[in-house]
């Protein structure tokens, strides 16, 4: 099993930026693909981005696309994810979660949180107006 820790969040204005972490221990994450998620107050769980186990391969939801770049560092074995441009509704804790090693095809970044196995204990991030 993998373990997750993200890390990095905080407060920020709006227009700021902030880069979150997710430390993995267990086992790499180098073979495995990875998600990050965040959730709103009230609101359900939704994907932000997402990176397949070859790491040439990445997705964004729309309303991060061009401000938000997920990467990872194998031989940190951390995951982190750049956030530009922040705006308030980008408030949320955000997750980190992982897949099972090789699951899919190399470049499947599902985009639904039950196809995530593990999961983060999750790292809030404020925007300000």
């Known amino acids: 099993q993998v373990q997750l820790a993200e890390s990095g969040g905080g407060v920020v204005q709006a227009g700021g930026s902030l880069r979150l972490s997710c430390a993995a221990s267990g086992r790499t994450i180098s073979t495995s693909g990875m998600g990050w998620f965040r959730q709103a107050p009230g609101k359900e769980r939704e994907f932000v981005a997402g990176?397949?186990?070859?790491?040439?391969?990445?997705k964004y939801a729309d309303s991060v696309k061009g401000r938000f770049t997920i990467s990872r560092d194998s031989a940190k074995n951390t995951l982190f994810l750049q956030m530009n441009s922040l705006k308030p509704e980008d408030t949320a804790v955000y997750y980190c979660?992982?897949?099972?090693?090789?699951?899919?095809?190399?470049?499947?970044?599902?985009?639904?949180?039950?196809?995530?196995?593990?999961w983060g204990q999750g790292t809030q991030v404020t925007v300000s107006s």
């Open positions: 990176v397949g186990w070859n790491s040439a391969y990445t």
């Open positions: 979660a992982a897949r099972n090693p090789y699951s899919g095809g190399f470049s499947y970044t599902p985009v639904t949180h039950d196809e995530y196995p593990y």
